[in-house]
């Protein structure tokens, strides 16, 4: 089946800096990569995604790179701020496969 | 609108003790997913439906039921619950495999 994996597990930056999370699939065949944010004590909400058609996709101050070549796909955080402080969850699927497939997560911390 | 609900949105259980967790959700979404949350592993999934009347396993499926009566419902049972088990239990929907899936607001299960 698919696997996803996700990196760093742990990301800390200063308010202002950029911040980027990397994640790497197995299945070629894979069309469909959301992104989701997890705050503190709440639920995951999706925050951005992109489709296998397009190498790049933007939404103010954050954006997913994709690469099939490679297999992996990027979220870009810029200017950050502390309210991004929250866990980033990526995840794929392929077609003929019935669910998602989560990466572990990022917890990232922006300090003021 | 409410979205996704679930309850209860926290629990306290005996080991061996018959549980029922509910889901129910008002976007007539074809597809619903159960999720467990524990610390440092992310959102694992247990159990889903494509659409009403069909069920299929996660990876994680052992000690958990499920069921699809109608669009709006998607109960996750635990028959004999365990210690392991404790967790925070997500509940999701989306319109179908490809798109946005939506979480409720989560239920902390302790199992003693």
């Known amino acids: 089946g698919e696997n996803v994996e996700q990196h760093p597990s742990t990301l800390s930056v200063q308010e202002g800096d950029s911040a980027v999370i990397k994640c790497t699939y197995s299945?070629?065949?894979?069309?469909?990569f959301p992104w989701y944010k997890q705050e503190l004590g709440k639920r995951p909400q999706l925050i951005i995604d992109?489709?296998?058609?397009?190498g790049e996709k933007k939404d103010q101050r954050i954006a997913v790179t994709l690469n099939k070549t490679a297999k992996h796909f990027s979220l870009h955080i810029t200017e950050t701020q502390p309210e991004d402080s929250a866990v980033y969850f990526c995840?794929?699927?392929?077609?003929?496969?019935?669910?998602?497939?989560f990466g572990k997560g990022t917890m990232l911390l922006v300090s003021p | 609108i409410a979205g996704i609900t679930q309850a209860p949105t926290s629990q306290i259980l005996a080991a061996g003790r018959r549980m029922t967790l509910r889901c129910t959700q008002d976007?007539?979404?074809?597809?619903m997913y159960w999720y467990r949350q524990d610390l440092g592993l992310g959102l694992r999934l247990i159990h889903y439906?494509?659409?009403?009347?069909?069920?299929g396993k996660g990876e994680v499926p052992d000690g958990y039921s499920v069921s699809r009566a109608n669009t709006d419902d998607f109960p996750l049972t635990l028959a004999s619950a365990v210690p392991s088990q404790t967790s925070v239990y997500f509940c999701?929907?989306?319109?179908?495999?490809?798109?946005?899936?939506?979480f409720g607001p989560g239920t902390r299960l302790t199992v003693l």
């Open positions: 999701a929907s989306s319109e179908d495999r490809v798109t946005e899936q939506f």
């Open positions: 299945d070629s065949a894979s069309n469909y």
């Open positions: 992109i489709r296998s058609n397009v």
């Open positions: 995840a794929a699927i392929a077609s003929g496969y019935s669910t998602l497939t």
């Open positions: 976007m007539r979404h074809n597809a």
């Open positions: 439906s494509n659409t009403a009347g069909t069920t």
